[in-house]
Every structure is written in structure tokens, then in C-alpha cells.
Antibody
Framework: EVQLVESGGGLVQPGGSLKLSCAAS????????MTWVRQAPGRGLEWVANMKPDGSEKYYVESVKGRFTISRDNAKNSLYLQMNSLRAEDTAVYYC????????????????WGQGTLVTVSS | QSVLTQPPSASGTPGQRVTISCSGSSSNIGSNIVNWYHQFPGTAPKILIY???QRPSGVPDRFSGSKSGTSASLAISGLQSEDEADYYC???????????FGGGTKLTVL
């Protein structure tokens, strides 16, 4: 059974940092793109970042470029999101998502989602 | 303002057919596949339609997706009360080099 379990959320002051983790199990983690998607309270979904199975390429939404870093440890079946210079508008539930590839090896769809971890940026 | 445009709400009575539209541009829907997700209150989203028209195993054939040009649609036939949820479309955007979502459509079964 595919499982994605996020941790690391919490309350942080504006300008602070937080690192989210996602423990993956039930599938061959090193063969999949992985993604972070967030959802602000009462709002819609927003893709944050994703990365290739081997970590060679990473992509970010414009609003987090230079502040957030996605990374992975395939030996530990883990995905991370380092968040720096946090702003109030980063407050959201952050979902760890398995990102299936298409036949060309590109990110194609999000087939499994974790339960999410809440990040609150407030003084 | 979301890159993909969806109506904020939709509704229907049990047994009816409803459609939810998703409008984009040549850099996203016009050149890439569209996926649909649904989300029930307090839970994580789940994939509903992938590659514009494919259903994952376990998704009833009451749900169908289509794409034409720079727009996509999700159709739900034989509407049931348990279909009440938020529905989101998504596509890769070649100009933004990232995934974009629609703003979501809240479906109410009257």
C-alpha cells in the first residue's frame, strides 16, 4: 500500500524557516517524480515544487523561488521541503504527492497524496 | 487569480448530468494533458481523471473527462449525493514551467 506521511509543520514567525519531511513507503520511491502541493485555509490547490526521480531537475512556482528548496533522499525514501523567509501567505496545508511519469519520463499526474501538514506563519 | 479558470460552483439534482469546465491557454491545456482531482471536506485530494479522459481503477464510469483546444470538461452523469465535493483541474504549463490548477468548483447535489 502506498503511504506518504508528512511531518514538520507548525507555527513559525514571519521571516523564519521550517523544514517539511515526507516518509514514503509501499512503492519504489527512487522511480518517481515527487511533488509538494499546498492549500491555504479555505482556498484552492497550489502546486509548489517537484523534482525528478534522480533529483537532477527541480521546478518551483514563482512565488517560492529563492526561498524554498525541494530535495530527496532516495536511500531513505524521503522527500523534503526547506522553507526559508516565510511569509504569512505561505500559511497552508502542505501535501506530499507522488507524481507519476508519462512514457517520456515527464511529470504526468498526482496519483497518491499524503494527509498534509499545516504550516502557519504568524507573529 | 488561477491560471486555469473554473466556475466556482455547480449544482444538480440526483440522477442529473452536470459538467464542470476548465479554461486555459495554448501553453497549458492547449499543449498538455489535463488531470482532474476531487476533494471531500477535511481530506486530501484524490485523482479522478488523468491524461484528460482516463479513469483510475475504482472511479465509476459516471465520471468522464474530455479536452478540446484550450479547454477541458469533467462530466458527471447519474449524479449522487456522495459526489458533493470540490473539483480541480490541473495541467502543466510550458511557459511557467510548472503545474497550474484551476480555482476549484464546489459541486452541490440539491
Amino acid at each position: 500500500e502506498v503511504q506518504l506521511v508528512e511531518s514538520g509543520g507548525g507555527l513559525v514567525q514571519p521571516g523564519g524557516s521550517l523544514k517539511l519531511s515526507c516518509a514514503a513507503s509501499g512503492f519504489s520511491f527512487s522511480n518517481y517524480w515527487m511533488t509538494w502541493v499546498r492549500q491555504a485555509p479555505g482556498r484552492g490547490l497550489e502546486w509548489v515544487a517537484n523534482m525528478k526521480p534522480d533529483g537532477s531537475e527541480k521546478y518551483y512556482v514563482e512565488s517560492v523561488k529563492g526561498r524554498f528548496t525541494i530535495s530527496r533522499d532516495n536511500a531513505k525514501n524521503s522527500l523534503y521541503l526547506q522553507m526559508n523567509s516565510l511569509r504569512a501567505e505561505d500559511t497552508a496545508v502542505y501535501y506530499c504527492v507522488r507524481d507519476r511519469m508519462d512514457s517520456s519520463g515527464w511529470s504526468a499526474d498526482f496519483d497518491y497524496w499524503g494527509q498534509g501538514t499545516l504550516v502557519t506563519v504568524s507573529s | 487569480q488561477s491560471v486555469l479558470t473554473q466556475p466556482p460552483s455547480a449544482s444538480g439534482t440526483p440522477g442529473q448530468r452536470v459538467t464542470i469546465s476548465c479554461s486555459g491557454s495554448s501553453s497549458n491545456i492547449g499543449s498538455n494533458i489535463v488531470n482532474w482531482y476531487h476533494q471531500f471536506p477535511g481530506t486530501a485530494p484524490k485523482i479522478l481523471i488523468y491524461r484528460s479522459s482516463q479513469r483510475p481503477s475504482g472511479v465509476p464510469d459516471r465520471f468522464s473527462g474530455s479536452k478540446s483546444g484550450t479547454s477541458a470538461s469533467l462530466a458527471i452523469s447519474g449524479l449522487q449525493s456522495e459526489d458533493e465535493a470540490d473539483y480541480y483541474c490541473a495541467a502543466w504549463d510550458d511557459s511557467l514551467n510548472g503545474w497550474v490548477f484551476g480555482g476549484g468548483t464546489k459541486l452541490t447535489v440539491l
